[in-house]
């Protein structure tokens, strides 16, 4: 049975940073594909980084340059680094882990998410 649990959100100040952490039971991690999705109050769920089971990395073009997608195979998690924390960026961040790409498409396993909140 597929487990992801995440963890890091919290409450910041916009300008500073995060780290998420995605920790993944149940499968073979590293031939799964990861991603972290969004969704704020109001609005769908949204792709925000992916990285495949190669390592291969993609970004949503609002968080490009601000956050960073990491894997450890060894660890069984998948990171997600945010810097420059923007008011919008506040959103529930869920981990999703799936077999199959692309990644614009719903598929795969879900955690429960974390809350992330930027405000002064």
């Known amino acids: 049975q597929v487990q992801l649990v995440e963890s890091g959100g919290g409450l910041v100040q916009p300008g500073g940073s995060l780290r998420l952490s995605c920790a993944a039971s149940?499968?073979?991690?590293?031939?799964?594909?990861m991603a972290w999705y969004r969704q704020a109050p109001g609005k769908e769920r949204e792709l925000v980084a992916s990285i495949t089971s190669g390592g291969a990395t993609n970004y949503a073009d609002s968080v490009k340059g601000r956050f960073t997608i990491s894997r450890d195979n060894h660890k069984n998690t998948v990171l997600l680094e945010m810097n420059s924390l923007k008011p919008e960026d506040t959103a529930v961040y869920y981990c999703n882990a799936r077999l199959s790409i692309p990644f614009t498409t719903p598929s795969g396993s879900w955690g429960l998410g974390t809350q992330v909140t930027v405000s002064s």
């Open positions: 149940g499968i073979i991690f590293s031939i799964y594909h």
